[in-house]
């Protein structure tokens, strides 16, 4: 059975992103996986401190709720996580996690010592997200941080659901077709781990 981890980076429970991973979610399951959720804002996480006390071991010295997520994405075959845009970026709630995941960056490139260009990534990302403005770049700069934060976790993105055009509470509710999508891809997305 797919063992998946779907990581809410929403600061809205009833966000447009929350919903949309909570589709891809359920097309998971239906496909037969495993999906444990977690949810950003539930967690007490301070950010990076930058102290490298992880250059010892490659985990993270800071003692939070971050260690349970970190077992938890060593632990999954694949991750799914969703995020809305601010200014361009992810939210304040993913962005320190994946600084947090400087950790693992630290473990496989200073500590075992792999090359930037020696590809070992067996598992797989889905990453989905919305953002507000229509602009052509608007999810650019967040997909190459994305790339690089799935690398640091020994994950290459499989694929990405992006939506222009969604700001307030539900937007998404008002595009049905958005949601089919998400479930559709949860659903290709376990088909994929699992092959």
């Not at 930058?50 to 938890?72: M, P, T, W």
């Not at 060593?74 to 969703?82: F, K």
């Not at 996690?97 to 960056?105: G, H, N, V, Y």
């Not at 792999?114 to 990534?121: A, K, L």
């Amino acid at each position: 059975m797919n063992k998946l981890l779907a990581i809410y980076g929403s600061p809205r429970r009833e966000g447009n992103t929350a919903l949309l991973l909570k589709r891809a979610v359920q097309g998971a399951r239906e496909d037969g996986a495993h999906v444990e959720d977690i949810v950003l804002r539930d967690l007490k996480m301070s950010p990076c401190l930058e102290i490298y006390g992880c250059k010892q071991n490659g985990r993270c010295a800071i003692q939070d709720d971050f260690q349970l997520v970190y077992d938890k994405l060593m632990a999954c075959d694949g991750l799914i996580l969703a995020s809305p845009i601010f200014f361009y970026t992810v939210s304040a709630h993913t962005k320190i996690l994946m600084d947090r995941c400087q950790s693992l960056w630290v473990k496989k490139y200073w500590i075992d010592k792999q090359s930037h260009n020696q590809n070992t990534s067996r598992r797989k990302g889905l990453f989905i997200s919305v953002g507000a403005t229509k602009g052509k770049k608007l999810f650019d700069g967040t997909l190459l941080s994305i790339r690089y934060f799935l690398d640091a976790l020994d994950m290459t993105l499989w694929k990405s659901l992006l939506f222009r055009g969604l700001d307030f509470e539900k937007d998404v509710q008002k595009h049905p077709e958005y949601l089919e999508q998400a479930q559709e891809m949860g659903r290709r997305f376990s088909e994929a781990i699992r092959s």
